[in-house]
Nanobody
Framework: QVQLVESGGGLVQPGGSLRLSCAAS????????MGWYRQAPGKQRELVAV???????NYADSVKGRFTISRDNAKKTVYLQMIRLKPEDTAVYYC??????????????????WGLGTLVTVSS
């Protein structure tokens, strides 16, 4: 069973920093894009940042210059470093990845996998 597990959320004051981690586990052949999304109360889920398997990145305009996405392919882990946090960054942050698995004897299947989310609260 393939799963993503996030960690690192919590309560932080405005202007503070947090680092989120998301580790993939299970029988995985490879991982393509990995990304972070967030959903604030009463709002739709939105893309925060995405990183390809080769390290190319893309960010939402609202977080450019403050958030940095990175990944460690050996550890099957993606990170989100967040600085200069604002109250409007408060949300549940979800990890997402496109994960390729092997279907014996000789097929592959791409799975769109989501973590359960980690809450980030920015408040004084």
């Amino acid at each position: 069973q393939v799963q993503l597990v996030e960690s690192g959320g919590g309560l932080v004051q405005p202007g503070g920093s947090l680092r989120l981690s998301c580790a993939a586990s299970g029988t995985i052949f490879s991982i393509n894009d990995m990304g972070w999304y967030r959903q604030a109360p009463g709002k739709q889920r939105e893309l925060v940042a995405v990183i390809t398997s080769r390290g190319s990145t893309n960010y939402a305009d609202s977080v450019k210059g403050r958030f940095t996405i990175s990944r460690d392919n050996a550890k099957k882990t993606v990170y989100l470093q967040m600085i200069r946090l604002k109250p409007e960054d408060t949300a549940v942050y979800y990890c997402n990845a496109e994960i390729r698995v092997v279907e014996p004897p000789d097929r592959y299947r791409n799975l769109d996998v989501w973590g359960l989310g980690t809450l980030v609260t920015v408040s004084s």
